[in-house]
């Protein structure tokens, strides 16, 4: 298994994270402002993702191969931890500006039951995410894999009460390594930062 250490993350009715962490050092080079957490490692060689997003298209990270990639785990009726996620990352992309062309962002539904085409198309319109970030559902047999091998600790997931996961957001760097981890309460500076160095790198 991938770094099973992973998945000590934080669980709560939406995954929420208290754990905080310091901006690197600075130096001659860029370096991003927050590396991956020695206990939340992500793997180096990004594992593949194959799934479908709300229009039915079949999206993988790897077409993406030439930009950031912020990668994280929601789900669409999440009252707290994930639309503060979104938000967050809705936020950075207008910090780049002209940059944010060089930023894919995509989610993993963790609820497969709940996350159906017609919630997550209203979820996507209403944080104003529509073309800017690929939502990927699936089965629970398509999505259990996913979480699993980017350790992704997921609850049961019962008609009407919260889902408990693990929440963060993985920075994927141009070349489609996994070299950034940001938790659930991340600072869109530090995506705003980190992206044109993930880019290029």
Aim: charged fraction near 10%; aromatic fraction near 6%; include cysteine.
């Amino acid at each position: 298994m991938v770094f099973g250490t992973l998945c000590v993350a934080i669980l709560s009715g939406c995954g929420g994270s208290t754990h905080s962490a310091t901006a690197g050092s600075t130096g001659s080079q860029p370096t991003l402002a927050l590396d991956a957490p020695s206990q939340l490692s992500p793997p180096r060689g990004a594992p593949a993702i194959s799934l479908r997003d709300s229009l039915g298209h079949r999206v993988t990270p790897s077409q993406y191969r030439g930009k950031a990639v912020l990668l994280t785990f929601i789900y669409d009726h999440c009252p707290d931890i994930c639309p503060l996620i979104v938000s967050n990352l809705h936020n950075a992309l207008g910090m780049l500006g002209a940059q944010a062309a060089k930023v894919q962002v995509i989610a993993v539904s963790v609820d497969p039951k709940g996350d159906t085409p017609a919630t997550v198309k209203a979820f996507v319109a209403a944080h104003e995410m529509t073309g800017r970030m690929e939502y990927l559902i699936g089965s629970l047999a398509q999505l259990a894999p996913v979480w699993r091998v980017w350790g992704v600790a997921v609850q049961a997931t019962p008609d009407s009460r919260e889902v408990g996961h693990s929440a963060f957001v993985y920075g994927i760097s141009a070349s489609g390594k996994a070299t950034a981890l940001y938790p659930a309460n991340l600072k869109p500076q530090w995506i705003a930062h980190d992206v044109p160095i993930l880019a290029a790198s």
